[in-house]
Nanobody, 121 residues
């Protein structure tokens, strides 16, 4: 079994910063790409950012310059640092990870349960 657990979501004021964390645990041989997605009320889930095992990052255009994704391989954790938050950033933030559970196995994509970020204006 593999689990992804997000944390760090809370109510903040517009203009503030927030850091989200997502820790992977369980039967893990290797973790490949990891990412953050978000879903605003009444909208579809959208990409925020991804990061490969080698550290290469990709961001949605609207997040560039304000959000930074990073990962700690030793802790199997991915982070999302967010700055200059606005009410448009309100939503549930989900992490995912492409994980190989055992040597020679296939990658599986796992999702966390999400953490709520609410930005008050």
């Amino acid at each position: 079994q593999v689990q992804l657990v997000e944390s760090g979501g809370r109510l903040v004021q517009a203009g503030e910063s927030l850091r989200l964390s997502c820790a992977a645990s369980g039967n893990i041989f290797s973790i490949n790409a990891m990412g953050w997605y978000r879903q605003a009320p009444g909208k579809q889930r959208e990409l925020v950012a991804t990061i490969t095992s080698g550290g290469r990052t990709n961001y949605a255009d609207s997040m560039k310059g304000r959000f930074t994704i990073s990962r700690d391989g030793a802790k199997s954790t991915v982070y999302l640092q967010m700055h200059s938050l606005t009410s448009e950033d309100t939503g549930v933030y989900y992490c995912n990870a492409a994980i190989t559970p055992y040597a020679g196995g296939l990658d599986y994509l796992y999702w966390g349960q999400g953490t709520q970020v609410t930005v008050s204006s």
